[in-house]
């Protein structure tokens, strides 16, 4: 017989869901969850010069890593729009 999930454990988001929630909150990255590995990828997607792929175990620390490749690498403005 297979045991019922936890009611603590049926309330956290699935891995998957959160990386499409980083995702969507954060333009310019493409967000994973890698499952073989239990964790997440995120691939910046903005035109420089060689911001690599970063991964971390914990989604808040995916964001961190995240926000470090943005200060060093910030995204240049898209044609059409006026940097402030």
Not at 20 to 32: A, I, Q, S
Not at 54 to 63: G, I, K, Q, S, T
């Amino acid at each position: 017989m297979t045991p019922l999930p936890h009611p603590a454990d049926a309330a956290l988001p699935l891995p998957a869901e959160v990386a499409r929630e980083l995702e969507g909150r954060h333009p310019g990255w493409v967000v994973l969850w890698r499952c073989w590995a239990c964790r997440y990828w995120a691939f910046p997607c903005w035109v420089t010069t060689g911001p690599e792929p970063v991964e971390a175990r914990h989604a808040d620390d995916l964001l961190t890593l995240m926000r470090q490749v943005e200060a060093q690498h910030p995204a240049l403005p898209r044609i059409g729009q006026h940097a402030d």
